[in-house]
């Protein structure tokens, strides 16, 4: 770690009255970890806080930590990473925040900090579900509002719960349950009579 991330960590750790690992320093990047009740309060203290600046939110996302190993996180399976920068002192930091309920994951609204954080809190919740308590206009951005479940959640079927067919007798779109059915591709090796021979 150089001497600018170093001064970093101590400032994070200082402002924020954090303890223990949840300022980490890995891969040349400082990683934040928040509980989802300290959000708002601690976004405020990044943006209004003279000795960090964070004054631009750069990206919001979610993660879905299903299929990934659990020593390294707690138990939860939803998390809300935000990407910030401080423009005046150059520095970033990622916030991570892990959501408390895998069955509905929710964590606080940052639009009222950041208001560019409005489209990045609807794509996290059109594609993982993820709500935002406290957006002004929580609705789906990428998907159909007809769409059934969210698209990058790693319990999504690939082939989709819906398929969408012009239909020529009625004139008009028509949905309808997915005839595909799921099968292996195994690839077939086609090899010439002569392959090997010197």
Known sequence: MNQVHQILVER?????ELTGDAVRYELGEVTLT???LDLPASMILLRDTPDLKFNQLVD?????????PSKDRCSSRFAVVYHLLSIDLNHRVRVRVFCDD?????????VDIWPGANW???????????????HPDLRRLLTD???????LRKDFPLSGHVEVRYDPIEKRVVYQPVTIEPRE??????????????
């Open 12 to 16: 994070l750790k200082s402002n924020l």
């Open 102 to 110: 895998d069955e509905q994951p929710a964590v606080s609204s940052v």
């Open 145 to 151: 509002y007809g769409f059934v479940g969210h698209p």
């Open 185 to 198: 591709i195994v690839p077939r090796v086609i090899r010439e009579d002569s392959y090997g021979d010197v």
């Open 34 to 36: 928040l509980a989802a």
């Open 120 to 134: 990045f809190e609807r794509e996290a919740f059109d594609l993982f579900g993820i709500v935002f308590d406290g």
């Open 60 to 68: 919001v996302c979610g993660v879905d930590y299903r299929d990934y």
